[in-house]
């Protein structure tokens, strides 16, 4: 048996000793993979090392029967080797989205975490809370922020005079805030209290000396960024009043201070227009970087520049293009597809003025401005589901198809909120849809683009051995009047189609319907494994019976506890349970 046997904590597994963390990326040799896909000759849910690539860079593992299986096609999450065992300390100060956070103070009404619990931070917001798991927002109160450290490391580094510190604990009086960053002006080498710190704002402290286990070392750009704003100075907004800030200004925009009264409501700004943007108070505005600066005027300059409209884009920008492709000088490149910006001004080439682009077929390819869309996803944009093959979106499928077009609703961080006519409160990452773009209008259709080797259908027309509605799979493309040679997908039968003879579908409701049933639609002693316990007193990976019927992923109940949790993934349908007797099948129908 080719099978390992692994230790699975979420997203981290252990294989003899040696530690692997999964990765957003293709196979590679040494990389280990949990198969999510139903054959006969591999588990679902159990790992395999990846043993070589072949002639198409398919990964290879050996399968249960100690053959070599391809895995062309198939469904499976990648876990790369970890390089050594991250340790953590705890640091009380404000997390940032992708940290790692432990619960050591909750809140008494909240029931979906315990202390103790450990998270990844998805987003933060301006107050130092932060939302998680797309579970919960976690007060500031309640975490601390576990910062790596390498084992060799056992005291922090030994501040001189000048140097900058983050306060990351108080236990002999200082009156610092947690998260604070002070310069070091003066250290008398005690062994207790050493340093006495200055703050940025030059407020007066009566305790100012604080030492070892109270501090790590920070910045000076950090320490400059907690001084109060000053008349000139450029600021992002982080939260916007409605009486005294205009409304054409949004969160996230950059201002410039042209006033400071002192009071509550201290700061008037300008937008980078120029224009009023109305009144904030201190924690309405965070010092902007020079890089935020700089892409707010590079946009302004975009907006405004009329002589030469290829100033909208930018290098490394990521465009689609609508129109163009597949010809001189786009050979390599296709419509609808997504490249990247590599020279906007372009005017050498000897078709004039273009823009360079990059991720096609060829090297390089040259388009007209005209010929491409920007792809800037915002709140009521139009945006497709775009999955590659073999892969599924990072919070489950839930209902909704891969190519799907909805709206966005909300936007946090590096996710969204989209409506879909098939589910109205969709959750995806950004990176998971397109805008699609009135170009896009005149272009074909996912239901109409050719099909491609690999792909899944369901027949629309009767055919020797295939019912019409069949689900098959297309196993070769001769290019001819009848080319779709398609195979039922438990290999007993096959024939030719055309393209209008079939119904494109993606891997995930293929799988589902060869069971008779719609995506994450479970059903009463189904076995599931649990995704988040949403209070239960379950672990994520465990093993499940659902108690009722139920089409959403998002609140199963399950039989073990009475309690609705949420589920990745369908183990063992009920009607292929060998645990279930007849009588029981029965009973339960």
Known sequence: MAKLNVTVPAVDVEVNGVKYCKVDRDAQ??????????????????????????????????????????????????????????????????????ERIRIVDKVSYEERYENGAEFVVDSARGNGDVYVEDIALVLLSEYVVLVPVSAEESAPKRLTVGDYARITGESRGHQFKIGEIVKIVKDDESE??????????????????????????????????????????????????????????????????????????????NGIDGKS?????????????????????????????????????????????????????????????????????????????????????????????????????????????????GEKPAYGWGGVSNGAIGKVTRINGNSARVEFPEHSRWHALLSELTLVTDGEKTQPQPGSVRFK??????????????????????????????????????????????????????????????????????????IVIVDKPCGAPLERGQLVTVRHDSDSAGAVSVTDVGWSVSVSALVTPVEQRFDRTEVEAKAAA
């Open 192 to 269: 207790h209290l050493p340093y006495k710190g200055e703050t940025a704002d030059g407020r007066d402290r009566i305790a100012v000396w604080f030492g070892p286990g109270e501090y790590e070392p920070a910045t000076e750009a950090e320490f400059l960024a907690q001084r109060r704003l000053k008349v000139g100075e450029f600021a992002k907004v982080v939260a916007k009043n409605r009486t005294f800030t205009e409304e054409r200004v949004s969160v996230g925009d950059v201002v410039k201070i042209t006033e400071d009264d002192d009071s509550s409501l201290p700061f008037k700004a």
């Open 453 to 526: 080797v690999g792909e899944y259908a369901r027949t629309l027309v009767a055919k020797t051995w295939i019912p019409k509605g069949s689900i098959v799979k297309i196993t070769r493309d001769d290019e001819d009047s009848n080319p779709f040679r398609s195979v039922l997908l438990d290999g007993s039968a096959n024939h030719y189609y055309t393209q209008d003879e079939l119904e494109r579908l993606d891997a995930e409701t293929a799988k589902w319907a060869t069971i008779g049933r719609k995506v994450n639609e479970y059903k009463a002693g189904d």
């Open 29 to 98: 040799v040494g990389d280990i993979i949990r198969y999510m896909d139903d054959s006969s000759w591999v588990t679902n849910g159990a790992f395999y090392a990846i043993t070589r690539l072949d002639g198409a860079d398919d990964p290879q593992i050996v399968d249960n029967d100690g053959d070599e299986y391809d895995l062309c096609g198939e469904e499976f999450e990648v876990y790369a080797k970890v390089s050594g065992t991250a340790e953590y300390r705890e640091v009380k100060r404000w997390a940032k989205p992708g």
């Open 277 to 389: 943007a109305g009144w904030f108070t201190e924690s309405e505005l965070v010092r902007a970087t020079d890089a935020e600066v700089t892409e707010a005027k590079r946009k302004l300059t975009a907006e405004t520049t009329t002589a030469d409209p290829r100033s909208q884009f930018a290098k490394g920008e990521k465009v689609r293009l609508i129109s163009g492709g597949g010809v001189w000088p786009l050979n390599g490149y296709d419509n609808g597809e997504i490249y990247e910006v590599d020279t906007p001004l372009y005017d050498t080439h000897r078709s004039g003025p273009v823009i360079k682009i990059v991720g096609g077929g060829l090297s390089r390819g040259y388009a007209k401005p005209e010929q491409l869309a920007k792809l800037t996803i915002e709140v009521g944009s139009t945006v497709r589901l775009t999955i590659k093959d």
